[in-house]
């Protein structure tokens, strides 16, 4: 079993999901059971499923939860952009957090390649 902690990109998604939910402090209340919720439940997503993925006994499960994080991460880059068109958050604000997003995405995808890779040459 591998240490979730030791993943610089478990790190990053952690601290991206800190800052989701500062960031959504700020939200209209009327927000709370809608966007607040989705982007906390989101972010979360990202740090939990490599955890999880972690505690996995094969290398295909952990990547399998890899690439849910993946998702995730993609699903919050939208609320994102949503958050910015509504005007919850300055274009500036929500570019810092496109940044911090897409950094984990291509942590988590060379991260799934490596697997994929070894996987394959154990094949």
């Known amino acids: 079993m ?4 030791n993943f610089l990109v478990w790190q990053k ?3 991206l999901t800190l800052d989701v939910y500062q960031l959504v402090r700020d939200f209209p209340k009327e927000e709370m059971f809608g966007l607040i919720s989705q982007m906390k439940r989101a972010s979360s997503s990202i740090p ?3 955890a999880e993925g972690c505690g996995r ?12 994080s993946f998702g995730s991460a993609n699903e919050l880059e939208y609320q994102i952009i949503l958050s910015i068109d509504l005007k ?7 570019q810092k957090f496109l940044f911090q997003i897409e ?3 291509k942590m988590l995808t060379g991260l799934i390649s490596k697997i994929n890779k070894t996987k394959n040459a154990e094949s």
């Open 2 to 5: 591998k240490d979730y902690k």
């Open 13 to 15: 998604s952690h601290r």
């Open 48 to 50: 939990m499923n490599i």
């Open 57 to 68: 006994n094969s290398e295909k499960d952990f990547a399998r939860f890899l690439v849910i």
């Open 88 to 94: 919850f958050i300055s274009f500036e604000q929500g």
């Open 103 to 105: 950094e984990v995405k």
